[in-house]
């Protein structure tokens, strides 16, 4: 990431693998148990972060989830605290719960990305998407779900992290908290039949 975005302030990226993820998208990642298993030592990680941190200004954390990765994120948010400023979806089969204020950040930092060709969240909805009484099934890029849906210019499930894409920008400018300059789609219109 360009030190202009981040407002010239160093960054640090970790990748948390800390728990038994779904081996076989077939056998394992329809099943909830592994996100469930795993949210406990996952917010005993950002719990830890925020107790380690010693620097004078607060930092702004950022958690993003891929895949099965974003389910994860969901029952850590559903089980305890999640020590979150922002959350970011990317190619999720749902987060466990219906709405974005569920996931434990500030109302407005749920952010979402599916891009084109991504068949996981229409698929993996059924085993991970949040019920209530707005509708079943209910994943991050559902407009009932209340994220905020950023560009993609990328293509199928593993591209989101693609070097130069307007899918990784994206995420870079909410990691380094200028989430309002994020490019976002256009809502989709609702038609109401009316008499």
């Known amino acids: 990431m360009a030190t202009d975005e981040a407002d010239g302030q160093p960054v640090s990226t970790i990748t948390w693998l800390g728990y038994d993820a779904p081996q076989d998208i077939v056998k394992d990642s329809p099943f909830r148990h592994y996100a469930d298993d795993g949210a406990p030592a996952f917010n005993r990680f950002l719990d830890g972060l925020e107790a380690s941190h010693t620097g004078e200004t607060p ?5 993003i989830g891929h895949s099965y990765g974003t389910t994860l994120v969901g029952a850590a948010a559903d089980h305890g605290t999640l020590n979150a400023d922002d959350v970011i979806t990317a190619g999720s089969p749902g987060v466990t719960v219906p709405k974005a204020e569920q ?5 407005g930092h749920v952010w979402n990305e599916e891009a084109d060709g991504d068949v996981v969240p229409d698929i993996g909805r059924f085993g991970h998407g949040g019920t209530d009484w707005d509708g079943p099934w209910t994943v991050p890029s559902d407009e009932r779900f209340g994220a905020k849906q950023m560009t993609t210019d990328t293509k199928g499930h593993s591209g989101y992290w693609d070097e130069g894409s307007d899918s990784l920008l994206n995420q870079a400018l ?6 309002d300059d994020a490019e976002l789609k256009e809502p989709t219109p609702t038609w109401k039949y009316t008499r």
């Open 103 to 107: 996931l434990d950040v500030p109302k």
């Open 174 to 179: 909410v990691v380094a908290g200028h989430g």
């Open 59 to 63: 930092p702004h954390r950022t958690v």
